[in-house]
């Protein structure tokens, strides 16, 4: 799991309107995201995640495993466990831990 905070698009199965949001973290099965709507534990979600500007997003299935409140807010945080992820989104993000993994080793020397 690596640090990340990229913009990422949710929405729930046969809901085209989706949340725009920030991921906190990533990792190859799944992410950590901010949400101010509440999808609640074990429900669907598209994912669209964008890696850097300008490429397509990875989009994946998933399912919330986890949600808490954020205090004094009216934000949730998200555990999203990816179901569907093609294999071309797979090595795209990846090679995009990796690089994120291999910028934070860097810069603790």
């Keep these: 799991r690596v ?10 199965p046969g ?9 906190k973290d990533l990792s190859a099965g ?5 949400s ?5 534990v074990t429900s669907g979600v598209l994912v669209e995640l ?3 500007s300008g490429t397509e997003p990875v989009t994946a299935r998933g399912r919330t495993v ?3 409140m954020i205090p004094a807010s009216e934000q949730f945080d998200l555990g999203i466990a990816f179901t569907e992820l093609s294999e071309e989104n797979k090595r795209r ?6 690089r994120l993994q291999s910028q934070t080793a860097a810069s603790q020397i």
């Design 3 to 12: 640090r990340a905070y990229r913009p990422v698009r949710l929405a729930r």
């Design 36 to 40: 101010s709507t509440l999808f609640p």
């Design 30 to 34: 799944g992410l950590r995201c901010l």
């Design 50 to 52: 964008t890696l850097s």
């Design 93 to 98: 993000l990846s090679v995009y831990i990796e």
């Design 66 to 68: 986890w949600l808490s």
């Design 15 to 23: 809901n085209p309107r989706g949340v725009e949001t920030l991921t």
